[in-house]
């Protein structure tokens, strides 16, 4: 059984915005998000500490992406605003029973199975 699961992804216009969660089937500690489009490899996106009081964004989405958490939900947010056709990927959340922020993705430990994010022009 899948330790975290995304959802909340879909098709939307350009300028936009979507709201992914990654819930976790207990406690999650440090969460990463990661996308990966078709011919390209797996790219950091955000990331959060396991007290929340840090994050860490790609250079290409700082400013208009925002990861949050909620624990009482053991859910991490990806909430993406101003959304460009070049962020159309397949999302994925990750986990890892440590405390910091972790870009790499062999930092993590328990993926899901990613969710498909598209933005038209």
């Known amino acids: 059984q899948a330790r975290v699961a995304e959802s909340g992804g879909g098709l939307v216009q350009a300028g936009g915005s979507l709201r992914l969660s990654c819930v976790g089937s207990g406690r999650i500690y440090a969460v990463g998000w990661f996308r990966q489009a078709p011919q390209k490899e797996r790219e950091f996106v955000a990331a959060?500490?396991?007290?929340?009081?840090?994050?860490e964004y790609a250079r290409s989405v700082k400013g208009r992406f925002t990861i949050s958490r909620d624990d009482v939900a053991n859910t991490v947010y990806l909430q993406m605003n101003s959304l460009k056709p070049e962020d159309t990927a397949v999302y994925y959340c990750?986990?890892?029973?440590?405390?910091?922020?972790?870009?790499?993705?062999?930092?993590?430990?328990?993926w899901g199975q990613g969710t498909q994010v598209t933005v038209s022009s």
């Open positions: 990750a986990e890892v029973d440590a405390s910091y922020t972790y870009t790499r993705p062999d930092d993590y430990d328990y």
């Open positions: 959060i500490s396991w007290s929340g009081g840090s994050t």
